[in-house]
């Protein structure tokens, strides 16, 4: 009990805010929706929002404190998702198919192109002169788009069912197969007839994907997500795994990290350095459901349901932080200070002991009540050891992060 009361009475002598984020990922700003935001992709200096009853949405991020939409187009379907190349804004709206806008002008948003897919186009990427379009039960479709104009379907690989997210690198395309779960790899080297070659199944629905080298990311509902080792297409075996999260709809990848998109746990930071061993190292959760993320310049881009689009930056470890911090409140999460640690003082009877640690456990300072001066030490993560005179054999160990 003693060193429980230690514990909860440093945190709120440190600080205490929301425990809707990890510390180390902070919510830089926001925009809302008509509707609710389901995909987006960004360009730029703008963010394109799959907005699921309105359409497309242009929000201007040049200042990403203060994300504004400029302009909109609405579609016939339930817009899902949406890639952006040359110009165009490439959405997949549901029963209505591929639709194809010019962004040309963010301002104003113009249809000039679409073809309707047999299935419900769910999610899709464009690349080269080719859109390949996730058609849930029709399986997965290829769309030239050489013309904007006028895109005509190609291709079709159809076999699959409930077809939900798709992701390219060379000349495979990589599908998820959205209730009945599972990676395929098909072979788009010749896009008018795709071949499926290889897959591994998950037994759980899955609903997102990208790829990075030698591995595919799969958001996969109830299990995680699943990291799977595509050197050999042919052959794609599950490497690691990380979370339970319940619904996970896309995922994105930065600098060794995988950003998922994770419903009503919002957005999900893994560390996937170690393949075989991804690591959940940061989450931010508000109201809304995170339907859809991507990454551009260090910021990610979360289409959060009703909450519209939310930007959030990840900062790692040692991290220098804006006035606007919110710090996590839950004890396993850490505090951040600045240049003064203050421990409070109890009274000269009590005989309380705390000292500095740094990540080694390494003694770095002995600390007194009242104000501690550390803005001398090097900026990232260090433990406060505090001792009781009534527990001298028991001790608690807080972690702080010391930034500029």
Known sequence: MRTTWLIVWFILTVGTASAADSLNVRLIGGCSMPDQACGVAVSGDYAYVADFGSGLRAVSISDPAHPTEVGSC????????????????????????????????????????????????????VVGSYAYVAADAAGLR?????????????????????????????????????????????????PAHPVRIGGAGFMAGTYGVAVNGDYAYVACNGRGLQVVSIA?????????????????????????????????????????????????????????????????????????GDAGLQIFQYYGSAIEEGPELQAASRKSDPTIVRAVLSIADRGPKTEDRAALLDAAGRKVMDLVPGANDVSHLIPGVYFVQSESSMMRDASSVVKVVIAR
């Open 232 to 304: 050999e297409p042919a052959l794609p075996h599950l490497v690691g795994r990380c979370g339970t999260f319940n619904w996970l709809w896309g995922v994105a990848l930065s600098g060794g990290l995988a950003f998922l998109a994770a419903d009503e746990d919002g957005l999900q930071v893994i560390s996937v350095a170690d393949s075989a061993h991804p690591d959940t190292v940061g989450h931010y959760d508000m109201p809304g459901w995170a339907n859809g993320v991507t990454m551009d310049g260090g910021y990610a881009y979360v289409a959060f």
């Open 142 to 190: 290829v769309i030239s788009v050489a013309d904007p104009a006028h895109p005509a379907e190609v291709g079709r690989y159809d076999s699959l069912k409930h077809v939900y997210g798709v992701a390219v690198s060379g000349s495979y395309a990589y599908v998820v197969n959205g209730d009945d779960g599972g990676l395929y790899v098909i072979s788009i080297a010749d």
């Open 74 to 125: 609405a579609t016939p379907g339930w817009a899902r998702g949406v890639s952006v190349a040359g110009g165009h804004a490439y959405v997949a709206d549901d029963t209505a198919g591929l639709r194809v806008i010019s962004v040309a002008d963010p301002t104003n948003p113009a249809e000039v192109g679409h073809c309707v897919t047999p299935g419900r186009a769910r999610g899709l990427t």
